[in-house]
């Protein structure tokens, strides 16, 4: 297959990321949002510079940086604060409108097209989690509902303009760069918002801080941004709809979310959502022939 490499890093990506939301609710039993933002980005920099270390000079320009500070810093702030205040199951969930923001975006700047399948794909799945967050309970709320669909708009633009930036760059180098700018943003709020975090009490929310930074953060973005550097923005956004997929069940399996026949009905429909939404690629390439073939039967 075509960019099996970049697919295969993408469905990594996706899956990893599928922990995040969990490991976040956890970390903040230690952490406020804003010192989960600094500090993940103040470990994820660093190890990402040195494996990139070749590529950095090209790396750092006043887009990349920019685009760090504003795609991973403030996304992050506003998704941990909204975490803070929501249950996993909906965090995660809201996070499968990801694709179809990417989708509008990449349309609105002429960067591809969609295919009308791939929108009822898009269509299904936010139905999908229509139905899953109707569960409420958990700890979700609205407001926090709504600071994590906004960290998802402001991810969404960030997916769609990527492509140019890590185009002819190292991957790893891009992002350790956007990772160095996005804790320069997060670090002043951590630091106004009430000085320097508490010891922490328990072992286990710093255990599931050091696998975010590690699982969650560096491997994740790595293997994304490699995949998202080889297909188009609108395929590599659909794979961001494992991380809610697999988030939700976290959510319901370790974290007791209200789950009910609706919830299930609507992650069936997520996953078939996700399932036609994914076929775009085949079927640019099989439709010029079934028309081939449809016309060589009307002849016949």
Do not use: C
């Amino acid at each position: 297959m075509k960019n099996r490499d970049a697919i295969l890093a993408l469905i990594a990506a996706g899956s990893l990321w599928g922990v995040t939301v969990a490991l976040s609710k956890l970390s903040l039993r230690w952490l406020d949002p804003s010192w989960l933002s600094a500090m993940r980005f103040l470990v994820a920099a660093p190890i990402l510079a040195v494996f990139g270390r070749r590529g950095l000079r090209e790396a750092l320009t006043p887009r990349v940086l920019g685009s760090g500070a504003l795609g991973y810093g403030a996304v992050l702030l506003l998704q941990n604060a909204g975490i803070e205040h929501t249950s996993v199951s909906h965090a995660a969930i809201i996070v499968g409108a990801l694709p179809v923001v990417v989708a509008l975006v990449a349309a609105g700047l002429g960067k591809g097209t969609t295919s009308l399948l791939t929108w009822l794909g898009y269509v299904v799945a936010l139905a999908g989690i229509m139905l899953v967050a109707k569960g409420g309970g958990g700890g979700a709320t609205v407001s926090g509902d709504m600071l994590v669909f906004g960290s998802v708009v402001m991810s969404g633009i960030f997916i769609a303009l990527q492509p140019s930036l890590l185009k002819g760059r190292d991957a790893a180098a891009v992002t350790a760069v956007q990772f160095a700018a996005a804790a320069g943003i997060s670090l002043p709020v951590a630091l106004l918002g009430g000085g320097l975090p508490h010891a922490p009490a328990a072992s286990g929310p710093v255990l599931a801080f050091v696998a975010l930074a590690l699982a969650g953060t560096v491997l994740p973005f790595w293997l994304f941004a490699y995949g998202q550097a080889r297909v188009a923005a609108q395929l590599a956004g659909a794979f961001v709809n494992l991380e809610p997929l697999v988030g939700a069940l976290l959510g319901w399996v370790a974290f007791s979310n209200p789950v009910g026949p609706v919830q299930i009905f609507g992650a069936v429909a997520l996953v078939a959502g996700i399932l036609v939404s994914l076929l775009q690629p085949d079927l640019n390439v099989s439709l010029p022939l079934l028309r081939r073939a449809i016309a060589a039967a009307q002849r016949s």
